[in-house]
T-cell receptor
């Protein structure tokens, strides 16, 4: 079992719809969770960080964390073509340690 | 805040050349920096963790004599690809943690695209 798993996609949604990206992790002791967006040919950029169970909202983005189910998700409301990118889920098992990345989910928002 | 600068952004060179890539934290001190490699259509692969003032920790399968890492100050880490060959062509990206903020996200540089002819 991979440490951090994501569906590779591509996930295709129409413009204006909600895009739902999912991620599961294997280390139950993980404390920090991050979503990064990576455009083709570019380096990752941080979208959201979440540390506690529940929802965290920032503009059109909502991160959801369920530590009991070892599950973290990212919702993108009112999806725009500019949201088309690969979304990377990253988990830090221990404080200060390295991040473990999922393989990324490719999102395509169709006009 | 938390800006990471990486240089150069693009390198094209002949096989056998050694290439040095710099990673700087511009507005914070980074005791730890990370070096990743990414091949097309694949996810990030951690190569090594660079610690200021000590030897880097390499991931399994990464040749430490091939990929030399130096982290001489709290704001600069370098990766040198020695005697590069075409199979070393890839996208190399560094990232850094903010000093003293062990649960904070990593901030990435813009990456270096290395092409070996």
């Amino acid at each position: 079992q991979k440490e951090v798993e994501q569906n590779s996609g591509p996930l295709s949604v129409p413009e204006g719809a909600i895009a739902s990206l999912n991620c599961t992790y294997s280390d139950r002791g993980s404390q920090s969770f991050f979503w990064y967006r990576q455009y083709s040919g570019k380096s990752p950029e941080l979208i959201m960080s979440i540390y506690s169970n529940g929802d965290k909202e920032d503009g059109r983005f909502t991160a959801q964390l369920n530590k009991a189910s070892q599950y973290v998700s990212l919702l993108i409301r009112d999806s725009q073509p500019s949201d088309s990118a690969t979304y990377l889920c990253a988990v830090r098992p221990n404080q200060g340690g390295k991040l473990i990345f999922g393989q990324g989910t490719e999102l395509s928002v169709k006009p | 805040g938390a800006v990471v600068s990486q240089h150069p952004s693009w390198v094209i060179c002949k096989s056998g050349t050694s290439v040095k890539i710099e990673c700087r934290s511009l507005d914070f001190q980074a005791t730890t920096m990370f070096w990743y490699r990414q091949f097309p259509k694949q996810s990030l692969m951690l190569m090594a963790t660079s610690n200021e003032g000590s030897k880097a920790t390499y991931e399994q399968g990464v040749e430490k004599d091939k990929f030399l890492i130096n982290h001489a100050s709290l704001t600069l880490s370098t990766l040198t690809v020695t005697s590069a060959h075409p199979e070393d062509s890839s996208f190399y990206i560094c990232s850094a943690n903010t000093q003293g903020a062990s649960n904070q996200p990593q901030h990435f540089g813009d990456g270096t695209r290395l092409s070996i002819l």
